[in-house]
């Protein structure tokens, strides 16, 4: 009956939230078993969570980044560094949406923020709108999968898993996706005889080499000195930092600082600095010194608009977790979680099969939830069977949330459909065919990160 009303308010044009809800009380009036103030009490307990007060921070740290100018250094150095070859802004495109996604957490932001200039740039140099798009849309599945991730922190909160674990864990797959869209890239460059953007020079393309070396010695660096030298952590972390804002000042790097956001984020993490939550306040914190101190690019007018943004977007996804949270605990009290559990494991208890059926489930929900809805749903009914045919919760969890990050490009729910739709000024018909050829390189990552849970399990193992 719970689902039946659910669908019945969906179908009848409800936002998702207020329908989870909204069954949820009118299931408790129609049966009459409890009062209906459980369900402002239960919506209250579940964002009643110290990691959900990750999430404000995550996104107001975003949003300082989107705002304070950052996109075009990330576009910039992106420029640089592969901009020279065949299909050039492609290749920009995706090399973009990986750094970007390292402050963002979110595809939305990936798509709104830097494809506004992404495909701006993309059909000033002839490239064809359709083919713009696509592969915007397809990098801005990056955001949640490289960290910080919105997603994952909802996850983690939900199934009682690690959120540093979480973000270690979606590094190498990050780095995997990047690449296989890269080669696709490289295949529409080949197919219609596309060269580089900028021509190549070595002095350029070396100051690029030398910024990812910065970022990629940086961390070692210092964990060498910490682990084998013996030195305080927070007094060599504090001087490895005044170096680093000294070389940036004197080379005139285009994206080390803000580049240094998950480095600082994961590294503070794995090293049991701070929490998940201390974390993102951190990266706000270093969000700020960026573009109040060190850029100057932000001032307290646009200060004032982005906390105001910050607060409708958090009030937004607080308020669906919590109408989510009735909603799954209303689906376990009547016992359809249960339910599930036992028909899907008399039909098998191969993981295998089992991956392969809550793939395809999860991205048929993610065309019609948006994706921290489908969590908060999905993670009572589908944790539960993982637990029992021994499936990590950190490797489920990613692939959870890249199933997720696919159904955004589809209609009729899909957010960065629409958003590119509006950018690049097509129908979403348009849009929507466009973006089809890039589900190859996305689904075939979805099945080596399914299968291949070593690829997604290397570093969290290492550090935790």
């Not at 307990?45 to 990691?51: L, N, V």
């Not at 996109?71 to 949406?97: D, E, F, M, P, Q």
């Not at 939305?108 to 992404?118: F, H, K, Q």
């Not at 701070?274 to 307290?300: D, H, K, Q, S």
Request: aromatic letters at 12%; hydrophobic letters at 60%; proline letters at 5%.
């Amino acid at each position: 009956m719970l689902k039946i009303i659910f669908l019945f308010l969906m179908t009848g044009g409800l936002p998702v939230a207020l329908a989870m809800a909204g069954s949820a009380l009118l299931y408790i009036w129609w049966t009459g078993n409890l009062p209906a103030f459980v369900v402002i009490h239960r919506m209250v307990s579940g964002i009643d969570s110290f990691p959900l007060l990750a999430v404000p921070f995550f996104i107001l740290a975003g949003n300082l980044m989107n705002n304070a100018g950052i996109t075009n250094r990330i576009y910039n150095y992106a420029l640089a560094l592969v901009g020279w070859l065949k299909g050039g802004l492609g290749h920009v495109n995706v090399v973009g949406s990986v750094v970007f996604a390292g402050m963002s957490g979110t595809a939305i932001a990936d798509a709104a923020g830097l494809g506004t200039i992404e495909i701006k740039a993309m059909k000033d140099h002839g490239y064809d709108t359709e083919f713009a798009v696509g592969v915007t849309a397809a990098s801005a599945t990056l955001g949640p999968i490289i960290p910080p991730s919105l997603p994952f922190v909802i996850y983690g909160m939900m199934a009682n898993v690690s959120v540093g674990a979480l973000f270690l864990a979606g590094i190498l797959p990050g780095v995997l996706m990047a690449v296989a869209m890269m080669f696709t890239v490289a295949y529409f460059a080949h197919k219609n005889g596309w060269g580089g953007d900028i021509r190549f020079e070595w002095p350029r393309v070396a100051k690029a080499l030398m910024e990812t070396a910065v970022v990629i010695g940086w961390p070692v660096a210092v964990w060498l000195l910490v682990n084998k030298a013996g030195l305080p952590a927070q007094i060599t972390v504090t001087a490895a930092l005044g170096v680093l804002f000294v070389a940036d000042r004197v080379f005139r790097f285009q994206a080390v600082l803000p580049i240094m956001t998950p480095v600082l984020l994961i590294g503070g993490m794995t090293t049991g600095i701070f929490t998940p939550t201390e974390g993102a306040i951190a990266a706000c914190l270093w969000a700020m010194v960026l573009g109040f101190a060190w850029y100057r690019t932000l001032n307290w007018k646009m200060f004032v608009k982005v906390c105001l943004d910050t607060v409708e977007t958090t009030a937004t996804v607080l308020f669906i977790v919590a109408a989510a949270s009735i909603f799954g605990w209303m689906l376990t009290a009547t016992g359809v979680t249960a339910a599930i559990s036992q028909w899907v494991l008399a039909f098998t208890k191969d993981p295998w099969v089992f991956l392969l059926l809550a793939n395809l489930l999860m991205l048929f929900v993610g065309c019609f939830l948006e994706p921290t809805a489908a969590i908060t749903i999905l993670v009572p009914i589908l944790v539960p069977i993982c637990q029992q045919l021994g499936i990590d919760l950190v490797h489920f969890g990613l692939v959870m949330v890249l199933n997720l990050m696919i159904g955004l490009l589809h209609p009729p729910m899909g957010m960065v459909l629409f958003v590119l739709a509006r950018v690049a000024k097509l129908s979403v018909e348009r849009t929507t065919m466009a973006i089809l050829p890039w589900l190859v390189p996305l689904l075939g990552s979805l099945v080596l990160i399914t299968y291949f849970p070593k690829a997604v399990l290397w570093l969290p193992k290492m550090f935790y």
